[in-house]
């Protein structure tokens, strides 16, 4: 971990507090219509940085969660609420993270270096994506075009706002929340989306 990455995660509550108090990536947007999509999540699959594939239909009665993470940023420490969330909801919820070099190049690692940084330092043993791109461009990531394009997912076009972006489907692949940075994984809406 270098000195800025530990000065991030001592100033992450710091910052979330922060954020909350004015304001800045606090938004959750919700499927309150509860809008199928259109094509199936289930038809994709993410390429993990271990370099396999996670066939997302073998995630079938399971929530999922998405997030775009990064390692030198102000909500890094989110790896280490999003791991104690994967711990507590194993039967029933999987976390797939997308390291991403989106937001002022704050994923400059190679896939083992982020996974090496992710293990030592947070614990993280949830999946992994191959490192990607996740904002609108002709690169992005097939998940995150699904996750961002209501002519696939059925109602949302929200774009990722910063690192560590969420987006939550339910046991039948429909797309049900977006949540901003600010919002912790931890937060009481995403744990009553969750339970």
Same mark, same amino acid.
């Given at each position: 971990m !270098? ?5 991030l995660r001592?100033f992450?509550?710091f910052?979330?507090w922060f ?12 499927n309150?219509?509860k809008?199928? @999509?259109i094509?199936?999540v289930?038809d994709l699959?993410v390429p993990?940085? *271990?370099g396999? +594939? ?5 995630l ?8 775009? !993470?990064?390692?030198?940023? &102000?909500?890094? &420490?989110?790896?280490? $609420?999003l791991?104690?969330? /994967?711990?507590q909801? *194993? ?6 993270g997308? @390291? ?6 704050? +994923? #400059?690692? /190679?896939?083992? $270096?982020?996974?090496q940084?992710?293990q030592?330092?947070f &614990?993280?043993?949830?999946p =992994?994506a191959?490192?990607? !791109? ?6 992005q ?5 699904? =996750?961002?394009?209501?002519s696939?997912? &059925?109602?949302? $076009? #929200?774009q990722? /706002?910063?690192n560590?972006?969420?987006?939550? =489907?339910? +046991? ?11 919002v912790?994984?931890?937060? +009481? $809406?995403v =744990?009553k989306f969750?339970?």
């Amino acid at each position: 971990m !270098t000195s800025r990455q530990k000065v991030l995660r001592i100033f992450y509550p710091f910052w979330v507090w922060f954020a909350k108090i004015i304001g800045r990536n606090r938004k959750i947007i919700k499927n309150n219509k509860k809008d199928s @999509p259109i094509q199936p999540v289930y038809d994709l699959s993410v390429p993990l940085n *271990s370099g396999q +594939e996670l066939p997302l239909q073998t995630l079938k009665g399971k929530k999922i969660l998405f997030v775009n !993470t990064a390692s030198d940023c &102000g909500y890094t &420490g989110q790896y280490d $609420e999003l791991q104690k969330l /994967s711990q507590q909801f *194993s039967n029933s919820l999987t976390i797939i993270g997308f @390291p991403a070099n989106d937001f002022k190049d704050q +994923e #400059k690692g /190679s896939d083992d $270096e982020i996974a090496q940084f992710c293990q030592i330092n947070f &614990g993280v043993t949830f999946p =992994l994506a191959k490192k990607s !791109t996740v904002v609108h461009s002709a690169n992005q990531q097939e998940i995150f075009k699904w =996750l961002t394009d209501k002519s696939r997912n &059925g109602w949302n $076009e #929200k774009q990722p /706002s910063w690192n560590f972006s969420k987006y939550l =489907l339910d +046991e039948n692949g429909v797309l049900i929340a977006y949540f901003d940075p600010s919002v912790s994984p931890l937060n +009481e $809406e995403v =744990l009553k989306f969750i339970k």
